[in-house]
T-cell receptor, first 110, second 115 residues
Framework: GESVGLHLPTLSVQEGDNSIINCAYSNSASDYFIWYKQESGKGPQFIIDIRSNMDKRQGQRVTVLLNKTVKHLSLQIAATQPGDSAVYFCAENTTYKYIFGTGTRLKVLA | GAGVSQSPRYKVAKRGQDVALRCDPISGHVSLFWYQQALGQGPEFLTYFQNEAQLDKSGLPSDRFFAERPEGSVSTLKIQRTQQEDSAVYLC?????????????FGPGTRLTVL
């Protein structure tokens, strides 16, 4: 299938290590934030979300941190696995349309 | 299946041809969205439906792009007189309602290549 994100920033991590992917968002009025994972040839897959009245939310092996002061979002993946290799996008929402960041390619090294 | 489906998955068109891309949202989802994703970039909003009503089409690049959802379920994105710059992946997403904090679920996309 086609490649997603040929020229995206790349984060390479060793299998088993923790990964941190960062995102800066643009609109201080955004009230909902989502992280998506996109594998080559597939659509974005929901990972985790967070509302603006929170600063941290945990899921299974993933944690999202929100810093509204500096308009920054991060995704932490614990014990990174080969199946985590993909492009990761953050998205912000103020009304109904999502605004996506540029994406980060995560490569997991065996 | 329970997810959003799109067809065709791949479409090759000669410049000037018309194309139609189909989206089947998750059953019961009120809101439906179309996005365009160029290679190496994040998805960009095209248009939004709430049931059969097209409430926002501000992201459609030109009047060659047209979307419909006549019965509030399946949607079709039509591109007339395709141009090379229309080459991209077209993603459809749906959400249960239309609140700003409602999660959108994406389909696999249709990759359009215009020669």
């Amino acid at each position: 299938g086609e490649s997603v994100g040929l020229h995206l920033p790349t984060l390479s991590v060793q299998e088993g290590d923790n990964s941190i992917i960062n995102c800066a968002y643009s609109n201080s009025a955004s009230d909902y934030f989502i992280w998506y994972k996109q594998e080559s040839g597939k659509g974005p897959q929901f990972i985790i979300d967070i509302r603006s009245n929170m600063d941290k939310r945990q899921g299974q092996r993933v944690t999202v941190l929100l810093n509204k002061t500096v308009k920054h979002l991060s995704l932490q993946i614990a014990a990174t696995q080969p199946g985590d290799s993909a492009v990761y996008f953050c998205a912000e929402n103020t009304t109904y349309k999502y605004i996506f960041g540029t994406g980060t390619r995560l490569k997991v090294l065996a | 299946g329970a997810g959003v489906s799109q067809s065709p998955r791949y479409k090759v068109a000669k410049r000037g041809q018309d194309v139609a891309l189909r989206c089947d949202p998750i059953s019961g989802h009120v809101s439906l969205f179309w996005y365009q994703q160029a290679l190496g970039q994040g998805p960009e909003f095209l248009t939004y439906f709430q049931n059969e009503a097209q409430l926002d089409k501000s992201g459609l690049p030109s009047d060659r792009f047209f979307a419909e959802r006549p019965e509030g379920s399946v949607s079709t994105l039509k591109i007339q007189r395709t141009q090379q710059e229309d080459s991209a992946v077209y993603l459809c997403a749906s959400s249960l309602v239309s609140a700003s904090t409602d999660t959108q679920y994406f389909g696999p996309g249709t990759r359009l290549t215009v020669l």
